[in-house]
Structure formats: C-alpha cells, structure tokens
C-alpha cells in the first residue's frame, strides 16, 4: 500500500524544514511513504525548501485559493500518484506528524478487516 501525507502551504518556508522533519518516512503496512505539499501561492521560497528537503511531490497553485482548495488540489494528487490512504497535515505543526505511525496503528485496530 501507498501512502501520501500531504501538507498546504502557504509561505511556509521558515516552518517547512522542521515540520517536514518529524514527518515518517516509512510505517508499517505501507510499501511506501511519501510527502506531497500543495504550495498555495507563496511569495516565499517554500518550494525550494521543499525540494531541498526531500518532499517527493509538489503541486503548485498559481495563486492564493486558500486551504480548501489546497486540500483539494492534495486529494486529487495523491490519488493519481497512486495513494491507498492520503493523510492531510499542517505545516506549522499544528499536528504532530510523529503520531501518524500510532494513528494508523489505531486506526487498523478500530478496523480489522483492512
């Protein structure tokens, strides 16, 4: 299985590299992890921060839409990347993305026949 957890930003360049930092890069049940940031129109350098710390995938909207758009535009990404499971997140560590492994884990549990 795939996952995909996804990230709206917006001029998120000086929170992105910690936040991308406690995102997992492997969980088990997944064959493959990987990150996916919706850049909402930034005036920053997020996209370059991005890439320059290892985000796998990055939709670029061409102006401000706000954050139901980003999700959206995520959503749509990630199932045609492929995504069995896609998990929204933040990028100002509203959420700790170090929990997603015992989310998924909860989750399985709530819900054996997976």
């Known amino acids: 299985m795939k996952l995909i957890i996804q990230i709206p ?3 998120e360049q000086a929170q992105l590299p910690l936040t991308l930092s406690h995102l997992p890069r492997e969980i ?3 064959e493959t992890v990987e ?3 919706i850049d909402d129109g930034s005036t920053d350098a997020t996209i370059e921060t991005a890439r320059a710390n290892g985000v796998d995938h990055i939709v670029r909207l061409t102006n401000h839409k706000g954050l139901a ?3 959206q535009a995520g959503l749509d990404a990630g199932l045609k990347l492929g995504a069995d ?3 929204n997140t933040d990028a ?3 959420y700790e993305g170090a929990d ?3 989310w ?3 989750s399985c549990a709530a819900r054996p026949t997976w």
């Open 104 to 106: 998924w884990r909860r």
């Open 92 to 94: 100002d560590n509203q």
């Open 85 to 87: 499971v896609i998990v």
């Open 69 to 71: 758009a980003a999700f």
């Open 100 to 102: 997603i492994p015992s």
């Open 9 to 11: 930003c917006f001029n």
């Open 28 to 30: 088990d049940g997944f």
């Open 35 to 37: 990150w996916l940031i």
